[in-house]
Structures are given as C-alpha cells and as structure tokens.
C-alpha cells in the first residue's frame, strides 16, 4: 500500500466514523467513531507540511497525518466521500477499519521525542536546504503544540536551536522560527522562563518591525506569547521599550491591519494583567500620552474587529488609576472619537451583513462612553 493510498484510505475512513457509529448504535456493536464530520476536519487542517515530505519521520502521529491528508484534500471531493460512505454496508466499513488498523502498524511511527530530536538535529546542520529547514520547523510547529512537548523540547535544548534561527538570514525561517517560539510559550511559565533565558525577547521585537508582513505578525505573536500573565517578561518588554514599538505600530496607517490589531489587543492584555495585580505598581507607559493616544486613533479606523479590539483595550485602561481622564479627552480626543465613532456604527448597521457585529461594537461603544464620562465627571468634582 503505497502512501498517497494510505492517505486516502485515511480520509476516507474519519469521514464514514460518523456512520459507523450510527449503524453500531443500531445493531448493538460497539466500534470506533468521531464527532468529527469532514467539514470541522478541514476548517482544522490549517497545518502545512512540504509537498516534498511523505513518510519519512514528517508526522507527529495519526492525526497529525489525517490532519495533513485533509489540508490537501479538495473540500467538495470530501463531502462526496462521505456521502458515498453513507452508502456503504456495515460489513465494509468495519473492512475500512481493519484497513486502518493493518496501516498504523506498517507505518509505525517514532514518537513525538524522537520526532522533535530529528528535527533539531537536521537544524543544527548548516547544509541544510531552506527547503528542508522549512520542514523541519513546520514539524515541530506540530510538535510543540501540547505542553508536555513543548517542555521536553525546552529541556533536550532545542529551543536554544529554534531560538537561533530567528538570526537566519531568510524571512520565512525567522517567521517559522518565531512561530514555534511563540506557539512553545503559550500558557506555559516554565518554557516562557527558558526562552527569556535565551535572550530572544529583544530579538522577536525587532523582527516585529521587519518589512515581511508576515514575519512582524508571527513575531508579534510571539512577544504575546512570552510576555503573557509573565512579571520578568513583561519588565523586560518594557526595559527592551517594546511599548514603543507598540505605540509605532498602532499608529503605522500603512501596516496590515493584522498587525495593528494584534498590538491593540497585546496593550488591552497588559492592561488587564496591570489590573489583575494591584499590588505591582502602574507603569508609567500607561500615563504616555502619545502611547494612549495610538490606541485612542483606532477606534475611528474601518474595520470593526480593530475598533472592538481598541475598544476593549480602552475600557481596560479606563479602569487603571494612573489613567488621567483630561489627558484622553483634550490631547487623545477621545470624547470626539467615540461621537464620531457612533455616526460610523450606525452606517454599518445599514449594511445587512455588518448589522450584527456593529450593534455589538456599538453596545461596547456606549459602555466605554459611560465609564469614561463618569470618571472624567469624578476627576473635575474632585478637582474642584
């Protein structure tokens, strides 16, 4: 069985599972199912693997396979397979999964550790192909995703490996590179310590402002990553003035919206953190005018995922006692901003397919106005 055949039979068989399930419930047998139905496997299949790789050690288990197998499917083709599946006999789809059974074991896979070792090593050569290092960081772009893994890495010193390729001179290595990072430290505090150990902070930054606009978005993404729910990473954000870069990519107009959005949504997370820990004293980038000031500018931009974000963002920062309620309305503009904010909602609302979000934007609009205009009212009363 070769393996474009085993892919198929793959697909195939976690289409017909649903049906499987249904002819067993009927008949009293007890058989292998999922809940799964193509159209969820396909919206999930988001990884890419290199055309090129095949067996040789390119997946990190079954379901990183079907995974894979279902990416390079054509959609229309898989929910025509499952109709036929629908067809078919109780007999022959617990022939199906016979088939599956036999091909796990021909394939007999290494495990995750073996897997991210190979893929480290084939980073540490320096004849490496880009083609290959491509692959290989793709991989543990799969690899790393549950925490174990990403901790095991961490501790065999393969993110020492990973972290130098930030320092690659090709775009797309760095943009992988940082997106393993970023993907290793999600919600994992020892693995967070590591990289910031590695010095890679100050790095993923500056890439934030590479000319590639992919690369600045997964380096962004990895400075969230790291920074997030982190004391040590968040003071060494503001030591290495990551809110400055910040503050010029919020109000860069000629930068892809993707990234403007992930800053804001970056600033109302520290916001919130700041006011999780009350006992950690205000930072004073959160009294920076024009810091303040390219978050206030975004709720006036088209683009009503970006005017949420900043919304949101805002509404966190309202709530922080160094916040000075003159400073957003005579040098920000911020009570200007949200009444022209509301006459652009409304216009929205006209269109159909807006409607429903930009009532909820604008329900978020009204909100942020009424804390502000309460503590603007507070702030003159008690100054009086």
Known sequence: MNFFRCLSLLVVISLVGGTIAEKANSSGGMVWATSRDEAELVEDSGVVI??????????????????????????????EAAKDAQKMSMDELQKRQVELKELVEKLNMPSDAKLMQIAVSDLNNASLSLEDRYRALQELLILVEPIDNANDLSKSGGLKVVAGELYHSDSEVRKLAAWVLGTAC?????????????????????????????????????????????????????????????RDVMSNESLDIKLR????????????????????????????????KSVVDLILVL??????????????????????????????????????????????????????????????????????????????????
């Open 50 to 79: 290199g055309e090129q790789d095949q067996i040789d050690g390119g997946f990190s288990s079954l379901d990183g396979m079907l995974h894979w197998a279902i990416g390079h499917s054509d959609p229309a083709a898989l929910k």
């Open 186 to 246: 999600q919600n994992n505090p020892f693995v967070q310590a590591q990289v910031l150990e590695l010095g890679a902070l100050a790095t993923l930054i500056k890439l934030v402002n590479s000319s590639s606009t992919e690369e600045a978005v997964k380096a962004l993404f990895a400075v969230s990553a790291l920074i997030r729910n982190n004391v040590a990473g968040q003071d060494m954000f503001y030591a290495s003035h990551g809110y400055i870069m910040l």
């Open 303 to 384: 683009d009503l995922d970006l005017q949420e974000k900043a919304l949101t963002a805002i509404n966190t920062l309202l709530q922080l006692k160094s916040i000075e309620p003159l400073i957003l309305r005579d040098f920000c503009g911020l009570e200007g901003a949200l009444e022209r904010m509301k006459l652009q909602l409304k216009e929205s609302m006209a269109d159909e397919d807006k409607r429903d979000y930009a009532e909820d934007v604008e329900s978020l609009r009204g909100e942020v106005e009424l804390i502000f205009r309460a503590k603007l009212g507070a702030f003159v009363n008690h100054d009086q």
């Open 261 to 292: 959005r992930k800053a804001v949504f970056l600033v109302g997370d520290l916001a919130e953190f700041q006011l999780q820990n009350t006992e950690k004293a205000e930072l004073p980038i959160f009294s920076d005018r024009l810091f303040l």
